[in-house]
């Protein structure tokens, strides 16, 4: 996966008494229409192609073209088609197998917290699928968009299902941190994103899904200034993944 950075060179010469500062934006690259093709395939902005690794690109085409066959039932997900119906869609058999092993991870995850207690949010991956693939979703390159406010954010990334930390110093306008949560690969990822502060851990847990990305807001535990808030990001997609957060 990548971040979208832009990035100014700017260089400077003394000329007598006058300081001269030029600036040269980078050219835009040109994409071609396979590109924008397969980008299109891969749910992603077509900005992320050149720094996905073929491995992932492979799990993520998978996971896009099964998702049409991932059904909620109840709190449970099941993938409704074949090895064989998967193959003449293009889904390699060893794809096939991944892809369960993903659903399957995610749902003994979801019982999991069920039995702790907690809650968590699911989502309809088929629909998700279907409005994508109708043309009713669009995808955006600016997956770090907030409020034009300037309040702490950054970026936490794993590399598979390990938690991701950051953090940031409170100051007393901040009621929340919105998270913004993409996955790797996986058609059915566990988000789950914690927020601590004042002693106490506030949790916020939401099944996502390969094309879209996944909000998910947790409360700070109480207001104030000076008070460092710990924040943590993980999921279940054995590839990883990333979110965007802003305190808020």
Not at 167 to 188: S, W, Y
Request: glycine share 6%; with cysteine.
């Amino acid at each position: 996966m990548s971040l979208i950075g832009l990035i100014t060179t700017l260089s400077s010469c003394s000329q007598d008494e006058d300081l001269v500062i030029s600036g040269k934006l980078p050219e835009t690259k040109a994409y071609s229409t396979a590109e924008i093709q397969q980008a299109k395939e891969l749910a992603i902005p077509v900005s992320e192609l050149d720094n996905m690794s073929e491995d992932i690109k492979e799990k993520r085409a998978a996971s896009i073209i099964l998702s049409d066959y991932i059904k909620l039932e109840g709190n449970q997900y099941k993938l409704a088609i074949s090895e064989q119906e998967a193959q003449k869609l293009g889904v390699a058999p060893n794809l096939y197998e991944v892809i369960k092993a993903e659903i399957a991870l995610t749902n003994q995850t979801i019982l999991e917290y069920l039995e702790m207690g907690e809650t968590i949010e699911l989502c309809d991956i088929q629909s998700v699928s279907k409005a994508y693939k109708n043309g009713k979703l669009e995808l955006s390159d600016n997956t770090s968009a907030y409020s034009k406010v300037a309040y702490p954010s950054g970026t936490i990334i794993t590399t598979g299902q390990e938690d991701g930390t950051s953090g940031f110093t409170t100051e007393r306008e901040h009621t929340k941190v919105l998270f913004r949560c993409r996955t790797a690969a996986a058609p059915t990822p566990i988000y789950r994103c914690t927020v601590t502060a004042w002693g106490e851990k506030k949790i916020g847990s939401k099944v996502g899904n390969a094309i879209t990305t996944t909000e998910i807001t947790v409360p700070i535990a109480a207001s104030g200034s000076g008070v460092y808030a710990t924040l943590t990001f993980a999921t279940s997609d054995s590839n990883g993944g990333f979110c965007n957060w802003q305190a808020q």
